[in-house]
T-cell receptor, first 114, second 117 residues
């Protein structure tokens, strides 16, 4: 069975500061990992994905994430926060190989302080 | 791509009534997924289709829930005898299986928010 743990349900950072959102996963097979962003009353938008290629993955809007197998982590970072980054962020895992249902974490709400 | 669309966007119903939601996936996406998201939680998988075949159903999908994708295009999710605990956002997603670079990427619709009073 797969699971995802997102540490910190709320994170606040100042505009221009580093954004770090934490995600740890559990999977019995090599995982596929994803970060999604959700704005209020909207669906989820894919930020980036890891599918066993490069361990450092770059996504949209300046976000990137690094897969660390030894730490079972896939933390999301952005060097400089913008006000428009305020949203809910979800980490998700799937087994891939045809079993592609996503198991999501509980989410982290990111607030940007002007 | 016009994106995944869902209708209605909002539904308010009384306990015990039946409701049906529709999802139109991105054209030529042959995989379609339903998830449920309650307040303060991440989405939870309900079921998924490859073309018209329903390949997996979650334990969350009680016998009051049924999903169809009759022609391998749009899908419907019906909830019979709604309960207050069914109040949630119901999300639909689709993914391609043939385009290698985009495999495993699920594209989500805006969701249908159900309120059961």
């Amino acid at each position: 069975a797969q699971s995802v743990t997102q540490l910190g349900s709320h994170v606040s950072v100042s505009e221009g500061a580093l954004v770090l959102l934490r995600c740890n996963y559990s999977s019995s097979v090599p995982p596929y990992l994803f970060w999604y962003v959700q704005y209020p009353n909207q669906g989820l938008q894919l930020l980036l994905k890891y599918t066993s290629a490069a361990t450092l993955v770059k996504g949209i809007n300046g976000f990137e994430a690094e897969f660390k197998k030894s730490e079972t982590s896939f933390h999301l970072t952005k060097p400089s926060a913008h006000m428009s980054d305020a949203a809910e962020y979800f980490c998700a895992v799937s087994e891939g190989f045809g079993n592609e249902k996503l198991t999501f974490g509980t989410g982290t709400r990111l607030t940007i302080i002007p | 791509d016009t994106g995944v669309s869902q209708n209605p966007r909002h539904k308010i119903t009384k306990r015990g009534q039946n409701v049906t939601f529709r999802c139109d996936p991105i054209s030529e996406h042959n995989r379609l997924y339903w998830y449920r998201q309650t307040l303060g939680q991440g989405p939870e998988f309900l079921t998924y289709f490859q073309n018209e075949a329903q390949l997996e159903k979650s334990r969350l999908l009680s016998d009051r829930f049924s999903a169809e994708r009759p022609k391998g295009s749009f899908s419907t999710l019906e909830i019979q005898r709604t309960e207050q605990g069914d109040s949630a956002m119901y999300l639909c997603a689709s993914s391609p299986s043939r385009v290698a670079l985009k495999k495993n990427e699920q594209y989500f619709g805006p969701g249908t928010r159900l309120t059961v009073t």
